[in-house]
């Protein structure tokens, strides 16, 4: 397989496809050319990849004998990859074509394409579903057959099944076990032009979640740049788009929010050189061909710009905020992005759990995003104290602004099994209390994980809206029963309308309350976030020593006497393992957990310290996310050594190429 992920978030990727006409850097967009037709030299403005029809070369006697003395990129004009359909579009739009799978298979591969297409039979939306299982049962069959009929053509092999979400994932599962090296995602036209962008989802998220992670999926038809985010968000890699000229030639210009129709502008724009060179009056009385040319020039400018920023974007870490600005755009669009939250677990598996950009709260959808589901879920790893003590938001990190309090509190009565919170006073013992900040849209966050991505590095309005009040008050309701005493400041209980669900009373400490946050206390907590329940008493004892910095005061190094455990690490407040430590988490957590297991070869490499390829690996924890700290073994579990990985569990399970672990110490 010739695919291989660089950069992940949400379940965007960035990467590469080698291909025999060069690299395909993905999320990548690809013009359709008509290869009779086109004129517009599409690689001036952006274009690496384009998509062609081969069924219409194959068709037309000129161009067919071209192709096959000259092969496709002579005929069209383009150096770069080329990708070709079968006639599938064809077959939707008139019910038949005049060639079969197995002669336009080999055709495809006799005019040079770089990815071929199966026949496949594209099933619109809301047939029956005894038409949408027949021919399923045709689009595999033919599938198999492309693939005993090529000799070293690349092939696609299309997801079928309608709008039935077990048939698209039934055709997923078998297409994957099948030799292919990409996988489109087809007969999604009608519902993007009827707006059913709900549906969309759905048929997307059923597919890619059957489909190998190994390989590239493309999604059919999806052309306009408002569509470009959430479908990279789902896994979606490579686009093909006809609506830079078909739009153009209905005077529409292409924008990430939209379309705009030139009768209506008074100003061109976005800067490309179409809008910086014409006004719209200009292009108004302009002849019809050359405005034509113009308007997809510009459309081209705009989608080939948005695909530099959703990579970008990915790079970052802030795919999530791009998604949520441009379904913004349409009611359809947010309706879509909102169902998402159905298949948060997945997402969550796929999204890096540190990045670079800061989450940023946009909406109630923000709540549904990853990083919030994870926290919550990685809070049931932190063991309850006796007591529980919930503060409103002050500035970051909370831990170093809880000067002044407010005096005004409650204590919680008949909560289940909760015991009525006992006399206060002005040093809370940290040993038996768990202090936490009440806050959107994390919900819970001890004070404790205050510098720990991305609880610290989040910004959210202090006005909170309805969902996320929502949201907060019930996280609270279902954590606050692991304690057995609980106080409440008046002012979380007042903006959370806690006395809803709460019974709560008034409660006085005796003196100002401070708080102090024990840096061994911290330590553990973090460890527990982290790696899971217990792995903070597994990594550091009692005796370990804690180093902190002199400018800063934070803690960064700990230390078993002279022998490093880990540094925490500044950007994201999580732990970076010393090779003492990578021991100590080897010992403590059972097997697999955390780990990553090569084969013989492999082994002498990884006690060098080099990178632990995809290719090599043997087994792995299929809960790893990408960036996490793994632990890298043989298969006797013996610790060759250690790093950061690249990919989650199931990819580096299934990828074949490229890094699985970037290896930080080998020679354990």
């Avoid at 200009?282 to 989608?303: C, G, V």
């Amino acid at each position: 397989m010739n695919f291989e992920i660089k950069y992940k978030d949400a379940r965007g990727r960035v990467g590469t496809l080698k291909t025999p006409h060069g690299i395909i850097k993905t999320p990548a967009l690809m013009p359709v050319i008509h290869p009779g037709k086109q004129t517009l030299p599409v690689s001036d403005y952006g274009a690496e990849v384009v998509i062609t029809n081969a069924y219409l070369i194959y068709k037309n006697e000129e161009l067919r004998e071209k192709a096959l003395n000259d092969g496709v990129h002579e005929l069209i004009d383009f150096t770069g990859p080329i990708v070709t359909d079968s006639g599938s579009f064809q077959l939707s739009e008139y019910g038949d074509v005049q060639v079969t799978n197995e002669e336009i298979v080999k055709f495809q591969e006799m005019i040079g394409t770089d990815i071929g297409t199966s026949l496949d039979i594209p099933t619109p939306p809301s047939v029956k579903r005894e038409r949408a299982e027949k021919e399923l049962i045709i689009t595999l069959k033919r599938a198999k057959e492309a693939l005993e009929v090529r000799e070293e053509l690349m092939l696609n092999s299309v997801v079928q099944g309608s709008t039935f979400p077990d048939l698209r994932s039934e055709c997923a599962q078998k297409l994957g076990k099948m030799d292919f090296q990409v996988h489109p995602i087809g007969a999604v036209v009608p519902l993007m032009e009827s707006y059913r962008y709900q549906e969309l989802v759905e048929v997307v998220m059923a597919s890619v979640s059957h489909l190998p992670d190994s390989r590239p999926r493309h999604l059919m038809g999806a052309g306009h740049p408002m569509i470009f985010a959430l479908a990279v968000a789902m896994g979606c890699d490579l686009f093909d788009s006809a609506a830079y000229i078909l739009y153009a030639e209905d005077d529409r210009l292409l924008m990430p929010n939209g379309t705009l129709k030139l009768e209506n502008l008074y100003e061109m724009p976005c800067s490309c050189e179409v809008c910086t060179s014409y006004t719209p009056e200009e292009l108004r009385q302009m002849e019809k061909e050359k405005r034509t040319e113009l308007l997809a020039i510009h459309n081209l400018r705009m989608s080939f710009a948005e695909m530099r920023l959703i990579r970008q974007a990915i790079v970052d870490g802030s795919l999530w905020e791009l998604v949520e600005q441009r379904c913004r755009a349409h009611p359809f669009l947010l309706e879509a992005l909102r169902s998402l939250k159905n298949y948060s677990l997945d997402l969550e598996k796929y999204d890096p759990p540190y990045k670079k950009s800061a989450f940023f709260y946009t909406g109630p959808e923000s709540l549904n995003r990853p990083e919030v589901y994870r926290h919550l879920k990685r809070m049931e790893r932190i063991s309850p104290s006796q007591k529980l003590i919930l503060l409103p938001r002050s500035g970051k990190p909370y831990s170093e602004r809880l000067y002044d309090l407010p005096q005004t509190f409650y204590k919680v009565v008949d909560n289940d099994s909760s015991a009525v919170a006992g006399t206060g006073s002005s040093r809370i013992p940290q040993e038996d209390m768990q202090v936490a900040v009440v806050d959107v849209p994390f919900g819970i966050i001890p004070l404790e994980l205050d510098q720990v991505y991305p609880l610290a590095q989040n910004e959210s309005p202090a006005d909170y809206d309805e969902d996320s009040i929502k949201m907060v008050k019930n996280a609270l309701r279902d954590y606050i029963k692991g304690f057995k005493e609980i106080i409440i400041s008046a002012e979380v209980a007042r903006k959370f309308a806690l006395e809803q669900v709460l019974s709560l009373e008034d409660y006085s400490f005796q003196e100002s309350l401070k708080i102090d946050v024990d840096d061994h206390k911290r330590i553990i907590m973090i460890a527990d976030y982290q790696f899971g329940s217990g792995a903070g008493e597994g990594l550091f004892n009692e005796e370990v020593k804690i180093v902190k910095s002199r400018k800063t005061r934070k803690i960064r190094h700990v230390y078993d006497g002279d022998e490093l455990i880990a540094t925490l690490r500044a950007s994201d407040g999580v732990f970076v393992l010393a090779k003492e430590g990578a021991r100590r988490l080897h010992r403590y957590l059972p097997y697999p957990k955390n780990r990553v297991v090569v084969n013989e070869d492999a082994e002498p490499f990884a006690r060098e310290g080099k990178s632990i390829f995809a290719k090599f690996v043997i087994n792995c924890d299929i809960d790893i996310h990408a960036k996490e700290e793994v632990l890298i073994v043989n298969e006797q579990d013996q610790l060759l050594a250690f790093g950061k990985s690249i990919l989650n569990g199931k990819e580096i399970l299934n990828f074949n190429t490229g890094q699985a672990v970037k290896t930080r110490k080998g020679g354990l």
